[in-house]
């Protein structure tokens, strides 16, 4: 049998990399003589690089600002002229080294994107793709574009690079489903944080329409990762999907093609995992072929009569094979691998329920 083992990240425990490879240990040791194909999926959030990097390119480091106040060692690709970075390497939640908090929230910045930007540029890129989504800061990319030494500069530098804004958000910068009133309260912002955030983005994306002479706020788009997308979008680039970039990169037509089976995952399958997330998109579409998908999450909220329509015929939990939340995170890997082994036991019963 034919497996692909295409999940996402795991929220901040396990990249979509890391997901993979411990999903097929665990089914390779229970089920030796499939072929197991490791396919690690992103819609541009933690994990994006992770992810393209299986498809080839060299992976590279740069010290750049942290979303605080320290520096962090962020990796991105460099394949041929193209550079695939991911936001979430310079300002992703994980970084804070804790929860969320209001003066976090109101602190962090993405200044070590724009640093990130400078260093494929420097390594001669062409083509830049930015993965957004992860972040923890909401300054609409003002951080970005002072690395690149301000608006006018920070376009200059850009001028005849092919940019691409990789996100599956579609959320404005403002207002009531813009980037600090949707994603302000996960990020820790409360509710007067959230509007310190909303002013200061509403007079950043004034400062932008006066410096490129376009509006950006209202864009699909253009707050995603907190905002980067707006900044990114007066500096010339182009919107595509992140599921979409890696779907392409990682072959993922041909693969479901020729699968018996396919095994994806998340952090938490839930009910916004209906809602064109990335595993029940990858599920839909492996249907389409006639393939099951099995989904294997940190947490599993959904009965089956509200995921088998997408094609899915099994979601199994860590945390239920863990024993509580606190244990499935305490060591994801070892748990997802055991959890892994059980499910490929069991995958007669599976398939024929």
Same mark, same amino acid.
């Given at each position: ?12 425990? +396990? ?30 959030? #933690? ?22 106040? !320290? ?16 936001? /979430? ?9 804790? #929860? #969320? ?64 804004? /990789? ?39 004034? !400062? ?6 376009? $509006? ?15 900044? +990114? ?37 839930? $009910? ?19 393939? #099951? ?23 199994? $939990? ?14 994801? $890997? ?8 059980? !499910? ?10």
């Amino acid at each position: 049998m034919r497996v692909i083992v295409a999940p996402d990240s795991f929220g901040d425990t +396990l990249t979509a990399g890391a997901a993979a490879r411990a999903i097929s240990d665990g089914w390779g040791q229970a089920r030796s003589g499939d072929e197991i194909i490791c396919a690690p999926q992103s819609d541009g959030g #933690p994990g994006f690089v992770d992810a393209l990097a299986v498809s080839g390119g060299e992976m590279q480091t740069a010290h750049v600002a942290g979303p605080l106040t !320290t520096s962090v060692d962020a990796w991105w690709l460099l394949d041929s002229e193209t550079a695939y970075i991911e936001s /979430a390497q310079a300002c992703g939640l994980a970084l804070l080294g804790g #929860p #969320p908090t209001r003066e976090s929230a109101l602190a962090a910045h993405s200044r070590g994107v724009g640093d990130l930007i400078v260093a494929a540029l420097d390594a001669g890129a062409t083509k830049i793709v930015i993965g957004l989504g992860g972040s923890c800061c909401t300054d609409g990319g003002r951080g970005l574009v002072d690395a690149l030494g301000g608006v006018q500069s920070a376009r200059d530098a850009l001028r005849g690079i092919d940019l691409i804004a /990789a996100t599956d958000v579609e959320n404005p910068l403002l207002g009531e489903i813009g980037a600090a009133a949707v994603f302000g309260p996960q990020k820790g912002a409360d509710g007067s944080a959230i509007e310190i955030l909303e002013q200061q983005n509403r007079e950043w994306a004034s !400062t932008l329409e006066n410096g490129v002479c376009r $509006s950006v706020a209202e864009l699909p788009g253009a707050g995603a990762a907190g905002g980067i997308g707006a900044a +990114l979008f007066a500096m010339g680039a182009d919107r595509r999907s992140g599921a979409e970039v890696v779907a392409e990169r990682t072959d993922q037509v041909e693969l479901l093609q020729t699968a018996d089976l396919v095994i994806t995952g998340e952090g938490k399958f839930d $009910s916004q995992s209906l809602r064109g997330k990335l595993v029940t998109a990858i599920a839909a579409a492996s249907a389409s072929y006639g393939v #099951p998908t099995l989904v294997l999450a940190g947490q599993v909220e959904l009965s089956a009569s509200e995921y088998e329509g997408f094609g899915i015929v099994g979601a199994e $939990s860590v945390t239920d094979f863990a024993g509580s939340v606190e244990d499935a995170m305490r060591d994801a $890997s070892t748990h997802l691998r055991g959890l892994a082994v059980d !499910t490929a036991r069991e995958w007669s019963i599976w398939r024929h329920r």
